[in-house]
Structures are given as structure tokens and as C-alpha cells.
């Protein structure tokens, strides 16, 4: 229902015509209540911006020419709140979403904040406060499914240890899975059109989470009842706190097709999550990135929501905080531009050409006893072929070049 397109409302695009990086709404840009909505608490100091109400964010996503806002359930109904009140915040959030055409693909819950979640929410030791973790997930669907998402992410940031006797990481990892299993189930139960989404990530809040990478998600969620409806929503700052490349977990994920949900944004290694504005940091992977989400290389296209979660620094005010949003939406459209220029150009393709050997191919996939044999037999000449060089240095500044804008551009 919410997921029509109603904006009439001036554009980004209309705003700046001619402009071919102005984000639109067909660009499939959200953003968190909790990103744009960031007060630049940090441990070391208070807020430096003012709360923002979420019909106000609402307003602002969609002058800036996003195509959609996410929330956490205490994001928009804060924790504790009356039934009059949920009713009465959600019926105002909900003309807000339909005045200014925006939709809400994603929901989540938070299950980090409340002290009750100190040791964890799906894992923890005591089943009071795992009952309360479903409980508070049930309502929190309940409440996205309403607003119209058909994804719902699952963030464990309490999911971890400090003390690591205090559980065996087994029993932890069962508890969830039995979490995830039965909330599968109230969702096929409830008839509801939606899709889990789980994000991994090494640390902090707490010394070690559970399942820290997309990779030990992707096990993780083979091993669940109803695996069909589970995917990922690797973060860019989360896979490189690992020190990985994030374009490779994205590309398993997609492989598997399990892509179901992105969180863009910007890191460097070794540091605590950043979540910085995307593109910012490591200009190279953020390119790469682009480059296999848009397919401009020739693989499938990711076609779901690009979701910014990242906030602005904590140097900024409100007016900051849009620069900072519209900020994100540039880069990636520059950088898909870029990578389409990159794709496109002939010597790109010619050095990226497939090596094609017509008597080989046949006998590397789909074993049979005679293949075998044939391979066994193959006349290959491994001294000529290791003495080739391969060009990676030109093609590897030919994207240099493409991304520094002195090619193709
Ligand atoms: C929190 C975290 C993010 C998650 C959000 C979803 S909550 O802001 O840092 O990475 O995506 O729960
Ligand atoms: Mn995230
Ligand atoms: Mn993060």
C-alpha cells in the first residue's frame, strides 16, 4: 500500500534542472530516523543537534530527493508509550509519508538501547529477557508491516560478550536461531508480505558479537527453518571493521541471492564504526562497490532500496546534516556514472576480456570419469602460460583514471 509513488511535491531534480547527480525517488535513495535524525552523542559528549521530529525528517528526506525513510519501532514511538499514543504519533507519521510521497521499505527493532538488553536480547541467559526481545519484535513487525516495509533488519548489537564464560557461544547462536525460526513463523502466520534482513558485525557495543561477518550470516541463516524468506544487510563500515573487502561479502551475498537490503556508508579500517558519509573514505571500494551493485560490468543488477546508514559529523548543524544526506546520494550517482565510463571504455574491456580456451572449458565443471581423463591428457604448456603477463597495473590505473575524472568523464 504505502510502496505507490504519490509525490508531487517539487523534486530534487526539478529543484536542479540539468543536474544529472540531483537524487530522485527513482533512484531508490532511504535513510534511517535514526541517521539524518543522529544528535552527534558520542561517549565522550552530549548531543549538538536538537532531536528531530520524524514528520519533520519526512519533510526534509523528501525535498532532498530521497525515495524512502527507515525506522526502529523506539524511533518513532518512543519506548513506554500508551496505545493512544503509538495510534496517535503513527496516524500523523503516516500523512506526513503520503503528503510528501515517501515510503517506508525497511523496518527493525531495537533491541540495544534498553538496559534490559545489556547481555543481549535473542541470546541472552534469561528467557524473561529473550521473551521480551519477541515480544517487543512482534509489535515492531506489526507496526512495520503497517507503515508498508517488505523488509525487516535484524541488527544483534548486544549479541556478543566481554566475559565470554558467561555462555557457551553455541547456546547463543541456538537461541537465535529459535528467535528467527519463530518469527518467521508469525510472519507467514500474520499472512504479512516481508522479508528478514540480518547484519553483521564484529564489535562494539559489545568486545565480540555474534556472527560478526556477512559471511557467518550467510551460514547462519542455511541452517534456518525458513531460510527462503532470510537474507543479509551487509554495511559497508561493519565488513571493513574486519579489515575485509566489503564488494566481495556484497558479491556472495548477491551470488546467493541473498542481497536483500544495504547499508551504505564509509569507514576506515581498525577504527571504531564510523558510519561516515558514503564515499568518503576509501573512494576505490566505494567505486567497486557501485560498480557491482549497478552491474555496470556485466552481472546482475541489485534493484532493492540504497540505504544510508550514516550521519552526519558532529561538527554540523541541521543545515549539515541535508548537505550530508545530499552528500551521500551525489556520490553514489557520480560513482555509477563513473563506473558505467569505466565498463564502457574499450580498453577496459579489452584487458578485462575472458580468456577462452574451447577444448578446456568443457572438462572444468560437472565431473565425469572421462573429463577427468581428458584433463589428465591436456597438452598444457604451464611455463608459457605462467611466464604471461597479465596488464592488471594498466587496468588497475585505467580505473584510477576513470575515477579520478581525467577519463571518460
Ligand atoms: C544501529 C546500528 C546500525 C544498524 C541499525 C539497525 S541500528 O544504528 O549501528 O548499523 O543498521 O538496527
Ligand atoms: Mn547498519
Ligand atoms: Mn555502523
Known sequence: MAQKRTRTSASSSRRHPGDPFAPTPSDRFTFGLWTVGNTGRDPFGESVRARMLPTHT?????????????????????????????????????????????????????????????????????PKVRAFALRKTMAAIDLGVELGAKTYVFWGGREGSEADACRDPREALKRMRDALDFLCAYVKDNGYDLRFALEAKPNEPRGDIYLPTTGHMLHFISTLQHHAMVGVNPEVAHETMSGLSFAHAVAQAMEADKLFHIDLNAQRIGRYDQDLRFGSEDVRQAFLLVRLLEGTAGGAKYTGPLHFDAHAYRTEDEAGVWEFATGCMRTYKILAARARAFDADPEVRELTKPVRDVALEPLLSGYTRAKAAKLRAADIDVDRVASRGLRYERLDQLMMEHLLGVRGA
Open 58 to 126: 519526512v519533510a526534509k528526506l523528501a525535498e532532498c530527493g530521497a525515495y524512502g525513510v527507515n525506522l526502529h519501532d523506539d524511533d518513532l514511538v518512543p519506548f513506554g508509550s500508551t496505545t493512544k499514543q503509538r495510534d496517535t504519533i503513527v496516524r500523523d507519521f503516516k500523512k506526513a509519508l503520503a503528503d510528501h510521497g515517501l515510503v517506508v521499505p525497511m523496518a527493525t527493532t531495537n533491541l540495544f538501547s534498553h538496559p534490559v538488553f545489556k547481555d543481549g536480547a535473542f541470546s541472552s541467559n534469561d
